[in-house]
């Protein structure tokens, strides 16, 4: 066993985890951070994702010691009473559809938008393309990134709209 101790949702953690123990695991199973779900368990869907240091992250790619040191943020701490506007924007945008993808989905969102705050519809798609719904289309998923975004910027944005890729003035068609 090895010791590790990282912060979780702003909780600081010590344990003694197996060296070949998932991180996804140690949230779920060790921390009760459940709303961390495991969807392939081999990096592929996104289900899992969370953010490391700010930085989303699938967290069945990572060891839990690994993480030692870490500050971790889970779909559980992302909010801290009031619902974070990405939370907001899948929830008016009917983004949100099952608890699988949509945990994975929002926290890559925050990522994305802390590094491109004025995506275009083809850069939110290309920078949520590890995070797989399996169900429904993407549509909604867009429209809700696209609306965080306009509102993090202090925009308002147009219910529904998109920019096309060349679009750089920020005006909604
Ligand atoms: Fe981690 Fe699918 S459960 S990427
Ligand atoms: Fe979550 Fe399809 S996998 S809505």
Redesign the pocket.
């Known amino acids: 066993m090895t010791r590790v101790s990282m912060k979780v949702d702003g909780v600081v953690y010590e344990d003694d985890v197996e060296p070949r123990r998932l991180l996804t695991h140690h949230l779920r199973d060790g921390l009760g951070r459940v709303g961390t779900p495991i969807?392939c368990d081999t990096s592929n869907?996104g289900?899992c994702t969370v953010l490391i240091g700010g930085e989303s992250v699938k967290s069945c790619s990572v060891l839990a010691v690994q993480a030692d040191g870490e500050e971790i943020t889970t779909i559980q701490g992302l909010s801290d009473g009031d619902w974070h506007p990405v939370q907001k924007a899948f929830q008016q945008h009917h983004g949100?559809?099952?608890?699988?993808?949509?945990p994975g989905?929002i926290l890559a969102t925050v990522d994305l938008l802390k590094n491109n705050p004025s995506p275009t519809e083809e850069e939110v798609r290309h920078g949520l393309e590890g995070n797989?719904?399996?169900?429904?289309g993407y549509q909604n998923i867009v429209k809700a990134v696209l609306s965080a975004a306009a509102e993090m910027r202090g925009e308002q944005p147009h219910p529904g709209s998109f920019r096309d890729a060349d679009d750089k003035t920020g005006v909604s068609a």
């Open positions: 969807g869907c289900a949100l559809q099952c608890g699988y993808c949509t989905m797989l719904c399996r169900c429904t």
